[in-house]
């Protein structure tokens, strides 16, 4: 037996996880590591075990405070000197742990990341043997993450101070932008990625234009998961409540969660649903974090996700026991249009953070082909068609739409982009409305010139268009559209814009559930 299994037993395991031996070995080679994988996968043995097989002390950097305690609580249990520095500690304390790091004394540090960007303390460290750096949740370094931690983004002091020194971020989701902005805010040197695979080939992706959809949902919920146990997701609270009552009235086990209830109506509320085998949740974001009921069946967009990383792991709650499941999400240009109005107003306030996350989830979603692959490219993985989306299910096809898409931005050029969709879509219908007289629309040239395309057929094709970054909304409230730089290249014909035909879930007929 090798010192790295002997060690293993130490911890109380016979085998390693996925990427926890490989991760480890890249330490021992003394290079640096990104490791992706799900909260539970058992990254921290992978930096506990590496410093235990080198030299020095181990610097554990975390922005978790009561998780550190435990750690290090529960190491000391099982005999590894490990120490945890804090502004809790006495001088006294202060000064024996500080005697025990110069004496080789401590096999892991942990510390916050405040605590260790004070020059006071990363200068006294970096006289000490360094064994590996770890820094756990390392998407706090992303500014438009969830958790984002200023302090993080100085982070790339520990490469100053430790050149040599292997280190080892560590973060549960991140797709190639994130994992971008961590090597680059740490200064990683040429790191070793290991990520685990994202496919979660059980689970059905649909994502299907909205048409009246809360037909479409009843159809969804009667006809393809009758019985089952399973979330639905919408944006607002108040549409929470209403579709919860909605879906009780017809006779449906169905709860409801959000950030506004009070801390015991929530644990109700989530612990009727985990005790119920056929129940209903309906929820904004608010509820997900930490669920571990293995038997939801599905998972429902009400409206859009807020990038496609949160689409991952909100799907991905659906089918956790390996067996079928299916995720549906509902859309459509409205939502593009509100989300980008939301993301200007949130840029606007915070600082210029570019609206890229929901570019990117825009693109997705009009991305040509296999919905998983084009889900898995966005976390560097590539697959075949996976059979098991809407797309690969009912053949999709395709239609070359630049002269349209020419046309579409001629016109809201023209009308400087102070027009609402539908009565553009009137003007290149040739329909004489109200709307249309009062902006003397049949003097436009484009008047009666766009009847190759449905009202459907547009609105598609408008999608496509901002997915491609060509439009954005702009104007005080963010009601009116621009022309990009990228609409320039379609505009000359230089790119061709391909949409496919949309996919529908069909709609109940009646809105009433038969016992
Ligand atoms: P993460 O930090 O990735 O969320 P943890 O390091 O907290 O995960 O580990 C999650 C759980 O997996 C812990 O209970 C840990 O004891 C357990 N674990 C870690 N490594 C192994 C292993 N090799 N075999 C079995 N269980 C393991
Ligand atoms: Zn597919």
């Not at 120490?83 to 006495?90: I, M, R, T």
């Not at 560590?170 to 190639?176: L, Q, R, S």
């Not at 993301?343 to 996350?357: G, L, T």
């Not at 296999?370 to 993985?381: G, S, W």
Request: aromatic share 8%; with cysteine; proline share 3%.
């Amino acid at each position: 037996m090798d010192n790295t299994q002997a060690l293993l037993l130490k911890f109380g395991f016979k085998n390693f996880k996925p990427l926890q031996k490989e991760a480890i070995d890249f330490i021992l080679a003394d290079k640096d590591v990104l490791l992706i994988s799900p909260t539970g996968g058992g990254k921290s043995l992978v930096y506990q075990m590496s410093a235990l097989l080198k030299n020095g002390v181990g610097i554990v950097v975390s922005p978790l405070l009561a998780l550190m305690n435990q750690q290090v609580e529960y190491l000391k249990s099982i005999g590894v000197k490990a120490e945890f520095l804090n502004s809790s500690l006495n001088p006294g304390e202060q000064d024996d742990l500080i005697w025990a790091l110069r004496n080789n004394q401590v096999d892991l540090l942990y510390l916050s990341p405040e605590k260790l960007i004070q020059p006071s303390v990363i200068g006294f460290l970096s006289y000490l043997e360094v064994s590996v750096c770890a820094i756990d949740e390392a998407h706090c370094i992303t500014q438009w993450g969830d958790g984002f931690r200023p302090e993080y983004s100085q982070l790339n002091i520990i490469k100053e101070h430790f050149p040599n020194v292997p280190v080892i971020a560590m973060t549960g989701t991140a797709d190639i932008e994130t994992q971008t902005e961590i090597i680059k805010s740490l200064s990683l040197h040429s790191p070793e990625v290991l990520a685990e695979s994202f496919n979660r080939k059980n689970i059905e992706m649909m994502i299907s234009q909205k048409k009246q959809s809360f037909k479409q949902l009843l159809y969804f919920l009667v006809h393809e998961v009758a019985g089952e146990s399973g979330i639905i997701y919408c944006r607002s609270r108040k549409n929470v409540e209403v579709l919860s009552r909605n879906l009780k009235d017809l006779g449906l086990t169905s709860y409801f969660y959000h950030s506004a209830l009070s801390a015991r109506e929530k644990e109700n509320s989530a612990n009727s649903f985990f005790a119920d085998q056929s129940a209903i949740m309906v929820a904004t974001t608010a509820f997900g974090m930490g669920i571990d009921k293995t038997n939801i069946r599905f998972v429902v967009h009400m409206d859009l996700p807020t990038s496609i990383e949160s689409y991952y792991q909100e799907i991905g709650r659906a089918g956790r026991d390996g067996l079928p499941a299916k995720a549906v999400l509902f859309y459509g240009l409205q939502d593009f249009i509100k989300l980008a109005q939301f993301e200007k107003d949130a840029a606007f306030q915070r600082n210029p953070v570019d609206n890229v996350k929901s570019t990117q989830l825009f693109n997705f979603l009009e991305s040509r082909g296999c919905r998983r692959k084009a889900l898995l490219l966005k976390f560097n993985e590539s697959i075949e068609n996976c059979g098991n989306c809407d797309r690969c299910k009912h053949v999709s096809s395709e239609q070359n739409a630049t002269v349209a898409a020419q046309k579409i931005l001629s016109l809201i050029y023209h009308t400087k982009g102070r027009v609402a969709v539908s009565t553009l879509i009137h003007i290149l219908h040739g329909k004489i409305t109200r709307k249309v007289k009062d902006i003397q629309g049949m003097e436009l040239s484009l008047f009666g010139k766009g009847k190759e395309l449905s009202d459907i057929g547009w609105k598609s094709l408008i999608r496509k268009l901002f997915a491609e970054d060509c439009l954005k909304v702009s104007g005080e409230f963010g009601t009116e559209f621009v022309l990009t730089q990228k609409a320039k290249p379609v505009l000359r014909g230089e790119i061709q814009i391909i949409i496919s035909k949309d996919f529908h879930l069909p709609s109940m007929k009646d809105a009433t559930i038969e016992p």
